[in-house]
């Protein structure tokens, strides 16, 4: 259907031209009788709707473009043909109809299909619901500037008017006015839904309304003149074009260039020059030319510098470092925040933060193309490249320059909240687990033994007087499953909580265990000293903590190491300090099992550290637990 309505414009176009020269109209005839400016306007309309409709058929903005310029070439087709029909003698119906559709046929395309387009770019969808009562009225309403135009009586040059021509058209001059205004206005909401729509879109929608907005923008400045002063030259139509041709690009191909260093360009050179005739007419008015000049050219320097800035601004963003750096530093407790506020203020299509392979924090949509810049903690800034850059421009590194270090701030921030995130979880993940095992000791373990206690206890009491034997036997089954009830009490108690720790405190308790350590696995003498300085009470988290990784660290200098002395000491100041250290010989770094896992988990899970390895000295066993007086 796409391919048949762009042949239909090919065709139609042929037949506009070949009639045209046919009745021997010069081009300025033809430019007069809107043949030039409906080919023109036409061909373009009908090319890039076809375009859009054949790659991507959901689209309506294509289908309306498709058929509002064949509707437009039609008109351009009639202008000749009326005239051809005119010389050649034929009835004269058959000019007045050739002049009716000139005249009904065009407005269809302008007056409605023009219009409704804006509302549905760049999508094809209105902005919101909000927006549907104004699109009706819009349709609905465009039937009068068709009926404004179709009703005339100045039509072709030297012809006679259309079949539906009033008679006292000129008496209808302020409807005809208010159609006018009607399609001019609906042309500036049209404009307003795109800045809506660029204002809340991302970065592709913006890319993409900005060839809209461009295009809009030159044809309002040269279509509204036309169609409210007399005697504006034709020629301000051929700048419709560039509407389609701008859509078309936007629809299909956005990133085709940086369409904002074109519209920074041309805004820029655009205000200079009306402000510098603005201010030269004035001069004029009260010094000579002469002088005149020389002040316009004085200040068009510097004034075109800071226009040049302000509009870089808008189209690319912030690009003051301290600007920059105000903004940011108020959101510097949420890092993706602090992101989405760089991506905004710059103009950015992405920032994100990584740490190798991942990313940790984003905003914006992710670019093909894109630079990193370090930060801290092993952290990357990774800046997603706007259409058409390669590299980041100077002005955008100084401002990331100074963002680095805010940046990093938030950087260590986030990834301390997620460290203690992730700790938490292990915390709440150990104490399950440590739930789930005390209730299977509990179900598996007492839970049928003092069943069978209970059980056998009623057993002997139903027996007592007719089996005093069974009885016997039965009560001394009960004493043994009673002892070892009490013995797996014991052991689910010491699993819990060191017994030593209950009964001696954590000191005499360190002091017991190096008691007892006086071999190695191989026999051999281990001699072991402890150090531990006035401690006073301490959370009992960190006493068993403390206990644990010290018996640990001892075991492991039993089973695995060479040495014949050991130093255990304990410091307290802020932490408590947990040192072992062996004068074994010295070895390449050590394999972590299961016990030196085990040491390092119990110190994490308290927020500390526990640090295994060989030292100068020997083997070495630091933790660090830090605390709380109590």
Not at 47 to 71: D, Q, R, S, T, Y
Not at 144 to 151: A, C, N, P, Y
Not at 462 to 484: F, I, K, S, Y
Request: aromatic share 4%; net charge neutral.
């Amino acid at each position: 259907m796409a391919g048949a309505l762009a042949l239909l414009a090919v065709c139609v176009s042929v037949v506009s031209v070949v009639v045209t020269l046919r009745v021997r109209w010069s081009f300025h005839e033809a430019l007069d009788d809107f043949v030039v400016s409906n080919l023109v306007i036409g061909l373009s309309f009908a090319f890039c709707g076809a375009l859009i409709a054949w790659h991507k058929p959901g689209h309506p903005v294509g289908w309306m473009f498709a058929v509002g310029g064949n509707f437009q070439l039609i008109t351009a087709a009639c202008a000749p043909a009326a005239q051809a029909l005119h010389d050649g003698g034929a009835p004269p119906l058959a000019a007045q109809i050739a002049v009716t559709v000139f005249a009904w046929a065009w407005p269809i395309h302008i007056g409605l299909m023009l219009p409704l387009s804006l509302y549905l770019l760049p999508d094809g969808r209105l902005p919101s619901p909000r927006w549907r009562p104004l699109f009706l009225a819009v349709a609905i309403t465009a039937p009068l500037f068709v009926l404004e135009i179709g009703t005339g009586t100045a039509l072709i040059s030297n012809l006679p008017p259309g079949l539906w021509v009033l008679p006292q058209h000129g008496a209808w001059a302020a409807l005809w006015s208010l159609s006018e205004v009607r399609w001019s206005l609906s042309m500036l909401l049209g404009l307003a839904a795109l800045l809506m729509r660029y204002r809340r879109g991302d970065e592709t929608v913006r890319a993409q309304l900005l060839w809209l907005l461009g295009a809009a923008g030159v044809i309002l400045a040269a279509v509204v003149p036309w169609s409210l002063v007399a005697g504006t030259p034709i020629v301000v139509l051929f700048a419709i074009p560039l509407l389609p041709a701008a859509i078309a690009v936007s629809i299909l191909r956005h990133g085709l260039l940086d369409i904002r260093l074109v519209l920074a360009r041309g805004l820029s050179y655009g205000l200079l020059s009306g402000l510098v005739l603005i201010g030269y007419a004035l001069l004029v008015l009260a010094l000579s030319g002469v002088a005149s000049a020389l002040i316009v050219a004085l200040l068009a320097f510097p004034l075109r510098a800071r226009l040049q800035r302000s509009v870089e601004r808008l189209l690319y963003g912030e690009r003051d470092p301290l600007r920059v750096a105000s903004r940011v530093g108020g959101r510097l407790t949420d890092l993706a925040s602090s992101l989405d506020e760089v991506r905004t203020a710059m103009r950015l299509p992405w920032v994100a933060v990584a740490v190798g392979s991942e990313t940790i924090a984003e905003a914006g949509t992710t670019s093909n193309h894109s630079v990193r810049r370090p930060l801290s903690d092993g952290a990357e800034l990774v800046v997603g490249l706007r259409r058409g850059e390669s590299v980041l421009a100077l002005s955008d590194e100084r401002v990331l320059d100074l963002l680095a270090g805010p940046l990093a701030v938030a950087v260590h921030a986030s990834m301390t909240s997620r460290a203690l995130q992730q700790s938490r979880e292990q915390l709440v993940t150990a104490r399950e687990e440590e739930r789930l095992r005390l209730r299977r000791d509990l179900h598996d373990g007492l839970g049928p033994l003092l069943t069978g206690v209970a059980l056998a206890a009623d057993a002997a009491a139903n027996l007592q007087l007719t089996a005093p034997e069974e009885t016997t036997a039965l009560l001394r089954g009960v004493r043994t499953d009673t002892r070892t009830a009490i013995a797996e009490v014991r052991r689910v108690v010491d699993d819990l909580r060191p017994p030593a720790l209950a009964e001696l405190g954590l000191t005499d308790a360190l002091r017991t265990r190096a008691a007892q350590t006086v071999r190695r696995a191989d026999g051999r003498p281990l001699q072991v000293t402890v150090d531990v300085a006035t401690l006073g009470p301490l959370p009992a988290a960190i006493e068993v903590a403390a206990y644990r990784i010290a018996t640990e660290a001892l075991n492991n200098v039993v089973r695995h190491s060479t040495a014949t002395s050991v130093r255990l000491h304990l410091r307290l100041d802020d932490e408590l300090v947990v040192e072992v250290l062996d004068d074994g010989a010295l070895a390449a770094a050590w394999c972590p099992g299961v016990g030196i896992v085990g040491m390092r988990e119990r110190a994490a899970e308290l927020g500390g550290s526990c640090d295994v390895g060989p030292s100068a000295e020997g083997g070495a066993v630091r933790a660090r637990l830090p605390l709380v007086r109590t």
